[in-house]
């Protein structure tokens, strides 16, 4: 499985930017595809995932009403649309994958994972 993520960059405060994450080699439909952080300092977090199990949504709660992840089946793609940045939204953005169903819905760790895509929030 190969990770391509793509759209970040610079962003002024109340400014929108959407993320793509392109996945190679297995259809989404037997993946569960999520949105990572990590800004500078910081440790890893979880944004936005989508879950294999069930294909639901989750996100975490300081992005919850901003931020909004979505998949075409049909481009094998995951997009991470988000709205209303902040200076606090800045970090390098990862995708990342795994077939296992747990993913997204309890907090195990996927075996997969893109390259980074900087995005910067300032004025």
């Known amino acids: 499985v190969q990770l391509q993520a793509s759209g970040g960059g610079l962003v002024q405060p109340g400014g929108s930017l959407r993320l793509s994450c392109e996945v190679s080699?297995?259809?989404?439909?037997?993946?569960?595809v999520g949105w990572f952080r990590q800004a500078a300092g910081k440790e890893r977090e979880g944004v936005s995932c989508?879950?294999?199990?069930?294909?639901?949504?989750y996100s975490t709660g300081s992005v919850k009403g901003r931020f909004t992840i979505s998949r075409d089946n049909a481009k094998n793609t995951v997009y991470l649309q988000m709205n209303n940045l902040k200076p606090e939204d800045t970090a390098v953005y990862y995708c990342?994958?795994?077939?296992?169903?747990?993913?997204?819905?309890?907090?195990?760790?996927?075996?997969?994972w893109g390259q980074g895509t900087l995005v910067t929030v300032s004025s």
């Open positions: 080699g297995f259809t989404l439909d037997s993946l569960g």
């Open positions: 989508i879950s294999r199990s069930d294909g639901n949504t």
């Open positions: 990342a994958t795994d077939f296992s169903r747990s993913f997204c819905v309890t907090s195990y760790y996927p075996k997969y």
